[in-house]
């Protein structure tokens, strides 16, 4: 039975892609800032570690509580939404610190075992934002998409052996926590020279259309976890399939 460890499980699509994993007979290393036993069903297949992706005794800790581990799925992450302008240079550190430097770390203290294995799956979880610009997101999406060309630069040097790394891209999810847990850090929505740029972009977001569900994310990882023949960039959730196309 393989091993999983993926990150950001407290909700949203690290939890449906934990649950995902385990009914498909995987073992699952859920991890989390704040450890809920409640937040999965019990199962003897089930871990659940603390982790902070920003703490590399954390990461320590939680890589050689998992050993080993067959694939590693980086989703921990966290939005901020306001004009560049607007936006404190400290927001801007805190995103590239879990969202790029943590995944870059967590995946470093991974891949000496998937080396001397010479088998193993890295898959990062970045946005379909990085496929089509859109405003008041800038810092984010530059958090994201340095891990995309990260992903794919480290994806060269690993095949030799027989190391693979693919990247997830999810579209926009209301049912999720992330707008939610982006509300803290948005700055100077309320700047008047922004006032009308703001509203338009808000007004859009309520508008209908297709949208990602956290399913599309699990379904996705899945795919780029055991389909070897996988594309690179896999988008998850219908608008983000229909962004991929277009970009």
Known sequence: MKNILITGCSSGFGLETAKYFLDRDWKVVATMRSPREDALPRSEHLRVLALDVTDPESIRQAVEAARPIDALVNNAGFGAASPFET??????????????????ALTQAVLPQFRQRRAGVVVNVTSSVTLKSIPLIASYTASKAAVNAFTESMALELAQFGVRACLVLPGRSPETRFGDNA?????????????????SVFARFGEPGPITHAQDVAEAVWRA???????????????????????
């Open 225 to 247: 976890v055991n389909d070897p023949s996988s594309p690179m960039r896999i988008p998850a959730g219908a608008d983000a399939v229909i962004w991929a196309a277009s970009s």
């Open 183 to 199: 509300r803290a850090r948005m700055h100077g929505l309320d700047h008047e020279a922004y006032a009308d740029l703001v509203k």
């Open 87 to 104: 936006t404190p240079m400290a927001t801007v550190r805190e995103l590239f610190e879990t969202n790029t430097f943590g995944t870059m």
